[in-house]
């Protein structure tokens, strides 16, 4: 089960993670307890919007910018979670899982090598590095 407070809660860590500020930084701006930011940010507690906001005004992020990167996570976590199950028909789990490997591939060097191919989907699907 993929759970929206442990998506939103990664998010949250990797902004603070990113500015090289510590959690007592960010809950003395936000006016948070450290111990809740901490539960926060390990998923073990629902953010409010309230509080959210105040998070986000701290990590002089916009909420926007958090939520949108929640969604892609949320995406792909759906679609990791979904080629696994048996509601997925096969050709659709082929498509969502597309790295094929040849071993039959010779350096330049004359050795041979792994080579890894992706292969593009036929839809077109929006994916945001982290």
Known sequence: MILLRRLLGDVLRRQ???QGRTLREVSSSARVSLGYLSEVERGQKEASSELLSS???ALEVRMSEVMREVSDELALAELAESATSDTVPAPMRSMLNPIERMTSVT???????????????TEAVDVVAA
């Open 55 to 57: 998070i986000c005004d």
């Open 107 to 121: 350096s330049v060097t004359g050795v041979p090598e792994e080579r890894v191919t992706i292969k593009a989907p």
């Open 16 to 18: 603070r993670q990113r």
